[in-house]
C-alpha cells in the first residue's frame, strides 16, 4: 500500500485484521495437516494509526461515489466491524509468524524486496520461500537478480504486477524475466484481478487497468515458454470464466485464491472456487492468505477453505497443502517433515527485576 512502487512489482489488495502478539499463541497448531501459504508479503510500513477494512464473513456494502465530490480518502467498502492492522514493523514481523505457525503453516511464499527478506528468514528458519520481482528491467538490475536465482536466495519470482503498470503480461519489456524463469526453472507469481479502487482524483495518474485482469494475455507467454510454471493469484476473479478456459488448455497453469478467500464476501468468493471445482480442477489450486498488513488474515483464510461446503476433505487437503507440494516440487523428505507433529509452547514473559 503505502510502499515504494517498483516497475512491474504489486502494491497489495486492501486487506484487513488486526495482528495477535506472539504471546497469545495456543500450546497446539490448528489440527487437520500441514498448510502451504503461496501468498504472504515481507514489507511494511510503519504508521501512526492503523489502517481498517472490512472482511468477507459479514455483509458488506461497497458504497457509490460521486466522482465529483469524491475524495482520496472516501471508504470504499462499508461493514459494522471493521478491523485494524498493526502499526510498527516489530508487531507486523511477529505477529505474522506466530499466526503462520499457530495455524500450521509449515512453507510460506515470502513476496518482497531482496532487503527484507533475509531479517524473515533468521526470525523464522526453514518457515519461508523466498519471492521478489527486478527493482527494474535495466541490464544491471537483470543481471542483480539473476545473480539471486542462481544462489537460490530467490525460488520464486513473485508478485509480479504489470497490470499496475497499465501493460500486459506478453509485453516484450517482460521478455527477459520470462526466460530468466523458464531457464532456471523458477515458478512465477503473477497478480490478475481485482487490485484498486480509483477515486476521480486519481484516475489520471494510477497506471493500474482492469481490462489487464484477464487471464488471456497469458496465452502468449505459455506458448513462447512453454516450460513456465506460472501461478495465477488472486485465480484472475472475478473472470473465472476466462480463468477455466485457460486451466483447460494450459494442464501446467495453477491459480492461488489469495485475498479473494477472505476479502471479497464469502458468497461470492464460494461461488468463484465452486465453478473451478466442478470444471475439475480441484488439483491445480493453490492456498494463499495475501497477508500484506493484518496477520489475522492468515486464520481467517483458511477457515473459509475449511469451512466450503461443497470442498470433501481431500480437495481440503488437496488446496491447502498437496496442490502446493506438487507445484514447488518439494521431496519426499521435505514432505514428511511438514507432516510431522508440531507443538509450540505458550511463549513466557520475561521476569520483571524484583525493586531494590
Given at each position: 500500500m503505502d510502499e515504494p512502487k517498483r516497475r512491474f512489482g504489486f502494491i497489495p489488495l486492501l486487506l484487513i485484521l488486526t495482528a495477535i502478539p506472539a504471546s497469545t499463541l495456543a500450546q497446539k497448531v490448528r489440527a487437520g495437516g500441514p498448510i502451504i501459504d503461496m501468498h504472504v508479503?515481507?514489507?511494511?510500513?510503519?504508521?501512526?494509526?492503523?489502517?481498517?477494512?472490512?472482511?468477507?464473513?459479514q455483509p458488506l456494502i461497497y458504497p457509490a461515489v460521486d466522482p465529483v465530490q469524491a475524495k482520496?480518502?472516501?471508504?470504499?467498502?462499508?461493514?459494522d466491524q471493521p478491523i485494524l492492522s498493526p502499526t510498527r514493523r516489530v508487531e507486523f514481523e511477529s505477529s505474522t509468524i506466530a499466526e503462520l505457525r499457530r495455524n500450521g503453516v509449515r512453507r510460506a511464499v515470502l513476496l518482497g524486496r531482496l532487503n527484507d527478506l533475509p531479517r524473515w528468514q533468521m526470525s523464522a528458519p526453514g518457515l519461508f520461500i523466498s519471492a521478489s520481482v527486478p527493482r527494474a528491467f535495466t541490464a544491471a538490475t537483470i543481471a542483480e537478480f539473476e545473480a539471486q536465482l542462481v544462489t537460490?536466495?530467490?525460488?520464486?519470482?513473485?508478485?509480479?504486477?504489470?497490470?499496475?503498470?497499465?501493460?500486459?503480461?506478453?509485453?516484450?519489456?517482460?521478455?527477459?524475466l520470462w526466460t530468466l524463469a523458464e531457464r532456471y526453472d523458477v515458478p512465477v507469481g503473477i497478480h490478475l484481478g481485482e487490485g484498486v479502487t480509483i477515486t476521480a482524483e486519481e484516475a489520471r495518474q494510477n497506471r493500474y487497468q482492469v481490462a489487464l485482469t484477464s487471464p488471456f494475455q497469458l496465452e502468449p507467454v505459455l506458448r513462447k515458454y512453454p516450460r513456465l510454471r506460472i501461478y495465477v493469484m488472486h485465480s484472475a476473479a472475478p473472470l473465472i470464466d476466462q480463468m477455466v478456459a485457460m486451466l483447460f488448455t494450459y494442464p501446467g497453469l495453477y491459480v492461488d485464491v489469495a485475498a479473494n478467500d477472505w476479502n471479497v464476501p464469502r458468497a461470492q468468493f464460494y461461488d468463484q472456487l465452486k465453478r473451478m471445482i466442478d470444471a475439475g480442477f480441484s488439483r491445480r489450486?493453490?492456498?494463499?492468505?495475501?497477508?500484506?498488513l493484518w496477520p489475522q488474515a492468515i486464520g481467517l483464510a483458511i477457515e473459509t477453505i475449511e469451512q466450503a461446503p461443497f470442498l470433501s476433505a481431500a480437495q481440503k487437503r488437496d488446496i491447502l497443502y498437496n496442490n502446493a507440494a506438487r507445484f514447488?516440487?518439494?521431496t519426499d523428505a521435505e514432505i514428511a517433515s511438514d507432516h510431522a507433529?508440531?507443538?509450540l509452547q505458550r511463549q513466557r514473559a520475561e521476569p520483571k527485576p524484583r525493586p531494590k
Open positions: 508479503h515481507a514489507t511494511f510500513t510503519e504508521r501512526r494509526a492503523p489502517v481498517a477494512i472490512c472482511p468477507g464473513n482520496k480518502d472516501a471508504p470504499v467498502v462499508i461493514c537460490g536466495k530467490v525460488r520464486v519470482i513473485g508478485e509480479l504486477g504489470p497490470q499496475y503498470e497499465g501493460i500486459r503480461a506478453d509485453d516484450p519489456a517482460i521478455d527477459e489450486i493453490l492456498f494463499g492468505s495475501d497477508q500484506t514447488l516440487r518439494l507433529p508440531l507443538v
